[in-house]
């Protein structure tokens, strides 16, 4: 069956970076789109980027660009986040999720929450 | 970038109920729109897509349609099992967007 296992989350400090990992499964990884989408605590949804299949194209929310990459290993079977200069809006559970097609995401994993400490 | 303008915000109904759940885009965005359900400390679910086409594996008491830029999501003969928040989606253009979400409470 298909799995996601999202991992690397933690209490960072503002400015900081990190490094958030997806795991795939139960499926042919390097044939999707992958997305990572955020929610902080108690509010929506916010997608942040995707990107092709095969690296080809990466695309942000605005409220990343620059700070965030998106990357992928398809020969590990593993999604990246690669976050730096943290902010505390920031602050999110952060799932990776399966792009089915036309930006329909159809699996997710269980999230990676990143925190803030003062 | 497109909004989705979801509507209530929350609700409270019976089992057995029909309930109606409602997104606006702020433009055209065809019938480019996806809904998912989120119960508490689990990811999102992915109910519909295609405004109207139901996710494989999702009970038929969930249906959706569309009218111009207005979206709804249907949940006919509510079950305690369908109390959770649901997000609409649009999947037209980047970035994609999300509702504020809808909290669905059983009396």
């Known amino acids: 069956q298909v799995q996601l296992v999202e991992s690397g989350g933690g209490v960072v400090q503002p400015g900081r970076s990190l490094r958030l990992s997806c795991t795939a499964s139960?499926?042919?990884?390097?044939?999707?789109?992958m997305h990572w989408v955020r929610q902080a605590p108690g509010k929506g949804l916010e997608w942040v980027a995707v990107?092709?299949?095969?690296?080809?194209?990466?695309y942000y929310a605005d409220s990343v660009r620059g700070r965030f990459t998106i990357s992928r290993d398809n020969s590990k079977n593993t999604l990246y986040l690669h976050m730096n200069s943290l902010r505390d809006e920031d602050t999110a559970i952060y799932y990776c999720?399966?792009?089915?097609?036309?930006?329909?995401?159809?699996?997710w994993g269980q999230g990676t929450l990143v925190t803030f400490s003062s | 970038d497109i909004q989705m303008t979801q509507s209530p915000s929350s609700l409270s109904a019976s089992v057995g109920d029909r309930v109606t759940i409602t997104c606006r885009a702020s433009?055209?965005?065809?019938?480019?729109v996806n809904w998912y359900q989120q119960k508490p400390g689990k990811a999102p679910n992915l109910l519909i897509y295609?405004?109207?086409t139901l996710q494989s594996g999702v009970p038929s008491s969930f249906s959706g349609s569309a009218s111009g830029t207005d979206f709804t999501l249907t949940i006919s003969n509510l079950q305690p099992e369908d109390s959770a928040t649901y997000y609409c989606?649009?999947?037209?253009?980047?970035?994609?967007?999300f509702g504020q979400g809808t909290k669905v409470e059983i009396k």
């Open positions: 433009q055209s965005i065809r019938r480019s």
């Open positions: 295609g405004a109207i």
């Open positions: 999720a399966r792009d089915q097609g036309g930006a329909r995401m159809d699996y």
């Open positions: 990107i092709w299949h095969d690296e080809s194209e990466k």
């Open positions: 139960g499926f042919t990884f390097s044939t999707y789109e």
């Open positions: 989606q649009q999947s037209y253009t980047r970035p994609w967007t």
